[in-house]
């Protein structure tokens, strides 16, 4: 079984540029999830779609950062413009979305610079 | 008050030895409780997870929860140094669809 797929895998970027990642979840998996890890920090959610319906983004600078998942199955995660504190690693999860117990799979993750 | 708490370590315990890693959250409603493993600059991995009060065994892995006291544990038995990570501790809310980790604790195991 094919895990989650993520790009680019670095990044590299001046303040104030916009910067996209990409996200294919396990096959089937309804929920998808994208984190923000700060270094020496734990995972914080930015965002959580079921299918292509978004569940929580309470989280999400929408001043700069925005998402989508197209056809419930591949996401985009968007950010316009970078700020230096957007430098941290974004990691793309998914589940199955079952009601309990949804064990997340986790992608290599994007490791983003900002300058 | 965080969702969740862990003391961010690190961590250091001698090879063979027990290592215990703790985890206290606030108590809203039905939740399951997840640890993950974290090596250094890769992504978290599930060890296993963990939803009715005691203790439940996978390996040299142990989960313990107490929902009275609000806490979950992992002990590892037999710390071994390819155990030195980072662990995090996350919990699912099922009556709002929540999940939040804690910020991990780091792990030294020393040969």
């Known amino acids: 079984e094919a895990g989650v797929a993520q790009s680019p895998r670095y990044k590299i970027i001046e303040k104030r540029q916009s910067v996209a990642f990409w996200c294919n979840p396990i096959?089937?998996?309804?929920?998808l999830y994208w984190y923000q890890q700060i270094l020496g920090q734990g995972p914080k959610l930015l965002i959580q779609?079921?299918?292509?319906?978004?569940?929580?983004d309470s989280q999400l600078p929408k001043d700069r950062f925005s998402a989508e998942r197209l056809k419930g199955v591949d996401s985009t995660l968007k950010i316009q413009p970078a700020k230096l504190e957007d430098s941290a690693v974004y990691l793309c999860?998914?589940?199955?979305?079952?009601?309990?117990?949804?064990?997340?799979?986790f992608g290599p993750g994007t490791r983003l610079t900002v300058l | 008050q965080k969702e969740v708490e862990q003391n961010s370590g690190p961590l250091s315990v001698p090879e063979g030895a027990i290592a215990s890693l703790n985890c206290t959250y606030s108590?809203?409603?039905?939740?399951?409780f997840f640890w993950y493993r974290q090596y250094s600059g890769k992504s978290p991995e599930l060890i296993m997870f963990?939803?009715?009060?005691g203790d439940k065994e996978d390996g040299r892995f142990t989960a313990q929860l107490n929902k009275a006291s609000q806490y979950v544990s992992l002990l590892i038995r037999d710390s071994q140094p390819s155990d030195s990570a980072t662990y995090l501790c996350?919990?699912?809310?099922?009556?709002?669809?929540?999940?939040?980790f804690g910020s991990g604790t780091k792990l030294n195991v020393k040969p």
């Open positions: 996350a919990v699912e809310y099922y009556n709002f669809n929540k999940f939040y």
């Open positions: 108590d809203r409603g039905s939740q399951s």
């Open positions: 963990i939803y009715s009060n």
């Open positions: 779609f079921q299918n292509n319906g978004v569940v929580d």
């Open positions: 096959s089937g998996h309804a929920t």
């Open positions: 999860a998914s589940s199955q979305g079952k009601q309990v117990y949804n064990e997340q799979f």
